[in-house]
C-alpha cells in the first residue's frame, strides 16, 4: 500500500508528465488498430472515445483514476484517427493483373530509381477500368533517360499490378504505405511505349509542384554540370533527395558503417541546414547595432530558419521523414517567436501528435520510430542530466569547450545507438556497433563543412556562382565515403540480429519511454510486469520454418540443426535478402548457408531441437498418395491435393488453394516429439484491412 501511495502522490503532483504519457497511448492506439484482428468500426470507437472522456471529467478530482481514464481515451484516440484515415483511402482499387493496358494522366511525382524512373501518375483514364472508379493514383517505372517533368500530360501502354499483400506472415507491409500515399496500383511502361501529350501540360492543379520540379531538376543537372566522381550522387542525395546516383557499393557501405541516415533528409539535414540559416542571420544581425538594440533578431532568425526549411523540405522532394523533421523543426522555431523552450519533451510529444495525425500508419515505420527515439532519448538527456555541461561552457576556456563537445559527441552517440538498436535489429536484422565512432567523424564534418556548404550552394545557383561551393563541399563528402568504407569494411563490428519479437521490443521501449518521461524510482513499478511480459515474449518466440510466398512461386525451408537456408530456384535478391535476415544469415555467409534447390519436386530433410520433418515442395506432384505416405508437410504450388492426401499420412498440406484463398503461409515445425506444426497466414494475420488483396479480393 505504501508504494501505491507515493505513486498516487507522484501521479498527483506531476500532473506536466500526463501530456507525454498520453502522447505515447495515442501512437499505440494509432499503431495498435492495425494490428488488430479484425476491423472496429468508427462508431464504436467513437463511443469508446466519448465514454472515456466522460469517465475522465466525472473523476478529475481523482488524480489517478483521472490519469488512467486519460491514458485510455488517448489510447481510443489514436484507433480512431487510424480508423478515420482507413475509411478515407482510396475506394474501388483494382483487384486483378492488367496485364496490357494504357494510362492517361498527369504526374504528380517523379523520382529517379536504380537506373529507372518511378513516376506517380493521377489517371484519368485507364483501359479496362470504369471512370467512376479512378479516385486513386497508380506508379509507373519508366526508362530512366526518359524525359518527364511533373504536370506533363502522358499516354502509355504499361502493366498495372494490384496492391501486394505481404509475401508471408512477418514480413514488410509495403501496400500500407502505398494505400495511405493514395497509390492503388503499380507497374511498368512497355519500354518507350508512351508520349507526352503536346500542349496538354495540366499545371491548373499542380503549378506549384511544376516550379518546384522544374528547380530540382535544374539544381541535379547543375550539380552533375560541377561537380564528377561518387561525390556527385551525395550532393544530390543530400540536397535534393535525389539517390538514384548512389551507387549499390556506396549505399551497402553507408548501411554497414550505420551512416545510411545520411542519405535520408530527415532531422539531421533539416535540423542543421536551419540551424545554419538561423545562426548566420542572427550573427549578421547581431553585428548591426541599430537593429539588434531595437529589434528581436532573434525572432527574425527563427522566421528565416522556417523558410529555409520549407524551401528545403520542397527541394528535397518532401519525402515522409523530410515532412516530419520539418514539423518538428517547426514546432520548435513557433516556440522561439512565442518565447516558450525551444527544446523540451513536450515539444517532442505534440511534433509526434501532429505527424501521427497526418499519417498514423507512421507509427509503425522504422522511420517514425527512429526518429523519436532518438530525438526523444536526447531531448530527455540534455533537459537533465546532460543541461550540467551546457550551463558550465561559457566559464571553460576554448579547448576545454572543445573536449566537452568531442566527448558529448560520443555520449550523443552512445544514447541514439543504445536506444534504437532494438527497433533497427527488429526493422532490418542487423546493428552497426562501429557506427558509434562512424558518427564521431561523420557528424561533425555534415554539420560544420557540408551543411554550411549546401546553404551557400543553394544561394549562389541562381547566380550562377555555386561551382565554387560545390568544389568546397566534395572533400567533406569524400571524408564521408571514406569513413563509411573503412568501417564498413569491419565485419566485426556488424551484428546480425535475428528472432526479435515484435511485442518483446515494443513493451521494451514502452517501458523506457515511461521511465524517461517520469523519472522516479516508484514509477518504475507500473512498468515491471511489462517488462516480465517483454522478456517471456522474447524467450518464448521462435521463427517459422517453413515460408511459401503466396506468389506461389517462392519459399525458403529453414534447417535450424544445420543452420541452412533452403531456397526455391527463382527466388529474387531482394526477398531472398528479407528471408535471409529473418534467420540471421549474413549475405557474406549467402554461399555457405544458402542453398537452392534444383529439383522439383524438391524433398528436404530438416531437423528441429532432434526432432526431424521430412518436407516435399513441388510446383506439381505427379504422385500425391506417394508423397503423403512419405512426407510430413507436403507443398504443392499450382495445383490441388486431394482431401484424402491428409488421411494416408501427411500432417500439413498446403496447396494451390491455400495460397490462393489464404496468401502466403509461414509454418513452424515441431521441437518436441508429437508436437503438431504450427501455421500461419497472411490472410488470418493481416488479411482484414482493404490494401491487402489476396484471391482477387480486398479484405474489407
Not at 542572427?282 to 528565416?304: D, H, N, T, V
Not at 499519417?359 to 526523444?376: E, I, N, T
Request: with cysteine; hydrophobic share 50%.
Amino acid at each position: 500500500m505504501g508504494v501505491f501511495s507515493q505513486i498516487n502522490f507522484v501521479v498527483t503532483s506531476q500532473r506536466n508528465k500526463w501530456f507525454l504519457s498520453s502522447v505515447i497511448f495515442f501512437g499505440l492506439g494509432c499503431a495498435g488498430y492495425f494490428l488488430l484482428p479484425a476491423r472496429i468500426g468508427l462508431g464504436q470507437i467513437a463511443l469508446a472515445v466519448i465514454l472515456l472522456g466522460c469517465g475522465f471529467w466525472m473523476s478529475r478530482r481523482l488524480a489517478t483514476l483521472a490519469f488512467a481514464f486519460q491514458l485510455l481515451a488517448s489510447l481510443a484516440f489514436g484507433a480512431l484517427t487510424s480508423a478515420i484515415h482507413t475509411e478515407l483511402g482510396p475506394d474501388n482499387i483494382p483487384t486483378k493483373t492488367l496485364y496490357t493496358t494504357e494510362v492517361t494522366g498527369t504526374i504528380i511525382a517523379l523520382e529517379p530509381r536504380n537506373g529507372r524512373i518511378r513516376a506517380t501518375v493521377q489517371p484519368s483514364e485507364i483501359v479496362g477500368i470504369a471512370q467512376d472508379q479512378l479516385d486513386w493514383n497508380v506508379r509507373l517505372s519508366f526508362l530512366g533517360d526518359s524525359a518527364l517533368s511533373i504536370g506533363d500530360q502522358i499516354r502509355a501502354n504499361a502493366r498495372l499490378f494490384p496492391l501486394r499483400a505481404p509475401a508471408v506472415p512477418g514480413d514488410p507491409d509495403f501496400a500500407r504505405n502505398l494505400y495511405f500515399s493514395d497509390i492503388a496500383a503499380s507497374g511498368f511502361v512497355f519500354g518507350r511505349q508512351f508520349e507526352v501529350l503536346e500542349n496538354q501540360k495540366d499545371i491548373n492543379n499542380n503549378a506549384l509542384l511544376v516550379g518546384i520540379e522544374t528547380a530540382r531538376q535544374y539544381i541535379s543537372n547543375v550539380i552533375s554540370d560541377e561537380m564528377t566522381g561518387p561525390e556527385t550522387g551525395i550532393a544530390k542525395a543530400l540536397i535534393i533527395g535525389e539517390r538514384g546516383e548512389v551507387t549499390p557499393d556506396i549505399a551497402d557501405n553507408l548501411r554497414k558503417s550505420g551512416l545510411a541516415h545520411l542519405l535520408a533528409i530527415s532531422g539531421l539535414h533539416m535540423g542543421l541546414l536551419c540551424g545554419t540559416v538561423f545562426f548566420l542571420i542572427r550573427f549578421g544581425l547581431a553585428a548591426i547595432p541599430s537593429i539588434a538594440l531595437r529589434y528581436s533578431i532573434k525572432k527574425w532568425a527563427a522566421m528565416a530558419a522556417m523558410l529555409a526549411g520549407l524551401v528545403y523540405l520542397g527541394l528535397s522532394g518532401a519525402t515522409i521523414p523530410t515532412q516530419r523533421a520539418f514539423v518538428m523543426l517547426l514546432v520548435v522555431w513557433l516556440a522561439l517567436l512565442l518565447d516558450r523552450r525551444a527544446i523540451s519533451l513536450r515539444l517532442v510529444g505534440v511534433a509526434a501528435i501532429i505527424v501521427l495525425i497526418l499519417r498514423p500508419d507512421a507509427a509503425l515505420g522504422a522511420s517514425f520510430q527512429l526518429s523519436f527515439a532518438a530525438v526523444g532519448a536526447l531531448v530527455a538527456f540534455y533537459d537533465g542530466p546532460g543541461r550540467r555541461w551546457l550551463d558550465r561552457q561559457g566559464m571553460l576556456s576554448w579547448y576545454e569547450r572543445t573536449g566537452l563537445y568531442l566527448a558529448g559527441l560520443l555520449l550523443t552517440s552512445l544514447i541514439v545507438t543504445a536506444v534504437t538498436a532494438p527497433i533497427i535489429g527488429y526493422h532490418f536484422g542487423r546493428i552497426s556497433m562501429l557506427g558509434v565512432f562512424a558518427n564521431l567523424v561523420a557528424i561533425p564534418v555534415m554539420a560544420f563543412w557540408v551543411m554550411p556548404w549546401i546553404v551557400v550552394t543553394l544561394a549562389l545557383i541562381p547566380i550562377g556562382l555555386s561551382g565554387l561551393s560545390l568544389a568546397a563541399m566534395k572533400p567533406g563528402l569524400t571524408v564521408l565515403l571514406e569513413t563509411a568504407e573503412l568501417v564498413a569494411a569491419q565485419d566485426w563490428g556488424l551484428w546480425y540480429v535475428s528472432g526479435l519479437d515484435m511485442l518483446a521490443v515494443a513493451l521494451g521501449l514502452f517501458a523506457l519511454a515511461w521511465i524517461v518521461i517520469w523519472r522516479d524510482k516508484v514509477m518504475i513499478v507500473p512498468v515491471l510486469p511489462l517488462i516480465f511480459a517483454a522478456i517471456i515474449f522474447q524467450a518464448l518466440h521462435k521463427e517459422p520454418e517453413i515460408l511459401i510466398s503466396g506468389d506461389r512461386e517462392s519459399w525458403a525451408v529453414y534447417d535450424p540443426d544445420a543452420g541452412i537456408l533452403h531456397t526455391s530456384e527463382r527466388l529474387n535478391d531482394f526477398q531472398k535478402g528479407i528471408w535471409m535476415s529473418r534467420f540471421g544469415i549474413r549475405p557474406e555467409q549467402e554461399q555457405s548457408r544458402v542453398q537452392a534447390c534444383q529439383n522439383d519436386p524438391c524433398s528436404l530433410g530438416v531437423s528441429a531441437n532432434i526432432v526431424r520433418s521430412r518436407i516435399i515442395v513441388a510446383s506439381r506432384i505427379a504422385n500425391p498418395f506417394y508423397a503423403c505416405r512419405n512426407a510430413d508437410i507436403i507443398v504443392s504450388l499450382k495445383t490441388d491435393l486431394p482431401t484424402t492426401c491428409q488421411a494416408s499420412g501427411a500432417r500439413v498440406i498446403i496447396d494451390d488453394d491455400v495460397l490462393w484463398w489464404q496468401g502466403g503461409v509461414a509454418i513452424k515445425l515441431p521441437s518436441e516429439a508429437g508436437e503438431k506444426p504450427a501455421i500461419n497466414t497472411v490472410r488470418a494475420e493481416t488479411g482484414n484491412w482493404p490494401w491487402i488483396i489476396i484471391g482477387g479480393r480486398a479484405g474489407r
